[in-house]
């Protein structure tokens, strides 16, 4: 699976006053089984790019193609593209439906015209992938789970599309921290067992850094960096200057390094911190 955007450009109600350029000459390619971070502050171009990437708004210039095939070409079949780029959109669960778990996972599925054993298979499988346990939840309402649940059977849903990519447009917003953690968890778990591509669209640089080995980040339409998440921090000014923070924990290690104590400033989580901090405190007891 590969995704390639080659100079693109959106314009949202061109030739009108509204006239506004969400994205501008944006060039990059995705390959599978990537973890991409897509950050950036709100109106930066995120959800206007996630959109393109399963073909739910076409370029106004430049060039899209999955798997080789250009998105706007006429032969392309944006049903197959739907089935391979899965799109979580944000507040999902505002998007259930059904009387039951069960109904609202299958609807994709169904949708397909999949026979009823393979429905059923996919259905247990995508409730297995985000943590509800198939036999106590299928029958029950979606309306009766917690917000962090809801999500998880949103996400279900696109899952059991069995998409090779999937793309999450701010997974955790509006959660309370347990269930932001928890969503964190599943997509990471998602990612390590799965053959799949995620895109995760966050303007949490904690998120991006627990879990995404590439990032992305926009600003006013533009790709403003795109590399190894580790890298990315490493310009924490200028991450700041776009109201972009970097981790808590790289900032601390940054101000450990501005002090003259000689650890790595590129540190992403507390666990590689506390590493670092413990080789130097025992380097100096041995002085
Ligand atoms: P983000 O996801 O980073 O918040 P968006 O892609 O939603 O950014 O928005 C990029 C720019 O496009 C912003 O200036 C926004 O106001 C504008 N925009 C987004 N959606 C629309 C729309 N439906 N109509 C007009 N302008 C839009």
């Given at each position: 699976m590969n995704i390639k955007l080659e100079k693109l450009s959106y314009i949202y109600n061109p030739e009108t006053p509204f006239e506004k350029k969400a994205l501008d000459e944006i060039d990059i390619e995705i390959d599978k089984n990537e973890?991409?971070?897509?950050?950036?502050?709100?109106?930066?171009?995120?959800?206007?790019?996630?959109?393109?990437?399963?073909?739910?708004?076409?370029?106004?210039?430049?060039?899209?193609?999955?798997?080789?095939?250009?998105?706007?070409?006429?032969?392309?079949?944006?049903?197959?593209?739907?089935?391979?780029?899965?799109?979580?959109?944000?507040?999902?669960?505002?998007?259930?439906?059904?009387?039951?778990?069960?109904?609202?996972?299958?609807?994709?599925?169904?949708?397909?015209?999949?026979?009823?054993?393979?429905?059923?298979?996919?259905?247990?499988?995508?409730?297995?992938?985000?943590?509800?346990?198939?036999?106590?939840?299928?029958?029950?309402?979606?309306?009766?789970?917690?917000?962090?649940?809801?999500?998880?059977?949103?996400?279900?849903?696109?899952?059991?599309?069995?998409?090779?990519?999937?793309?999450?447009?701010?997974?955790?917003?509006?959660l309370d921290p347990s269930g932001r953690d928890e969503i964190l968890e599943q997509i990471d778990r998602l990612y390590k067992e799965g053959n799949i591509t995620i895109i995760l669209v966050s303007h949490s640089m904690e998120d991006v850094a627990k879990l995404a080995g590439r990032v992305v980040v926009f600003s006013g339409g533009k790709i403003m960096f795109d590399g190894e998440t580790r890298e990315a921090f490493k310009h924490s000014k200028k991450l700041e200057e776009l109201n972009l923070g970097v981790p808590q924990i790289t900032k601390f290690m940054q101000k450990l390094k501005e002090k003259n104590i000689p650890v790595r400033d590129d540190v992403l989580t507390v666990e590689e911190a506390k590493i670092e901090v413990l080789k130097y405190l025992r380097g100096k007891a041995n002085d």
């Open positions: 973890f991409i971070g897509v950050i950036g502050h709100t109106g930066s171009g995120k959800s206007t790019f996630v959109q393109h990437l399963n073909g739910l708004i076409k370029p106004t210039s430049g060039k899209l193609t999955i798997d080789g095939k250009d998105i706007t070409d006429k032969e392309t079949k944006l049903t197959e593209v739907r089935q391979k780029v899965g799109l979580v959109f944000q507040y999902p669960e505002y998007q259930l439906f059904e009387e039951t778990i069960y109904k609202d996972i299958a609807f994709g599925p169904e949708n397909l015209k999949l026979d009823k054993d393979e429905v059923h298979r996919r259905v247990k499988k995508s409730m297995g992938l985000v943590g509800l346990d198939f036999e106590k939840m299928k029958d029950r309402s979606p309306f009766e789970l917690s917000g962090g649940q809801k999500r998880r059977v949103a996400i279900a849903g696109v899952l059991a599309m069995e998409p090779k990519v999937l793309v999450l447009d701010e997974p955790t917003a509006g």
